[in-house]
């Protein structure tokens, strides 16, 4: 960071319904970040509902330096039957690109596991991309790739027919 960002105080704050236009415009730089930009059809309106509505099914925090915004997380809480205990999936993790490097994502992903711990989580997970150079990052907080597992996804029609049947 520049002398000027060292001065400036990196907070980790919940997102509230105020954000969800920044919200929106950190999952946009995600997506194009990933090469899938044409594929967001998430809307402002979609993110308030889900996120802020009267079933929220996933939570955001974001990352700022000073007042300005520089990163935000996506999590929500999923499950492990073995376990019998709740984890924390990471959907989305993102830092503007000047900010990288600079201790900003570890800032995220430390709120992210007290947010687990806090909630008796027994785990945290998220996806990377294997092209993704955070993956190293990932790496060095002690993070474990599991390559074993391969993740499928079924949506779009094929969603619909399974349903149907």
Not at 65 to 72: H, S
Not at 90 to 105: A, F, K, M
Not at 112 to 117: G, N, W
């Amino acid at each position: 960071m520049s002398e000027i960002e060292e001065n400036r105080q990196l907070i980790v704050r919940p997102a509230n319904e105020d954000d969800v236009t920044m919200l929106m415009q950190f999952v946009q730089a995600i997506a194009d970040f990933e090469n899938l930009g044409n594929h967001v059809v998430s809307t402002e309106a979609s993110l308030r509902e889900n996120l802020f509505g009267k079933k929220p099914y996933a939570e955001a925090v974001i990352a700022e330096l000073g007042n300005e915004p520089v990163g935000f997380a996506l999590f929500f809480h999923n499950f492990s039957s073995f376990l019998g205990r709740p984890g924390l999936y990471i959907e989305d993790l993102y830092v503007c690109p000047q900010y990288r490097n600079s201790g900003v994502g570890k800032a995220l992903m430390k709120h992210c596991a007290q947010v687990a711990i806090e909630r008796d989580c027994v785990r945290m997970d998220w996806n990377a991309l294997d092209w993704n150079p955070a993956r190293k990052f990932y790496e060095r907080l002690g993070a474990q790739a599991h390559t074993e597992w391969i993740m499928y996804r079924l949506e779009g029609m094929d969603l619909f027919e399974l349903a149907d049947e």
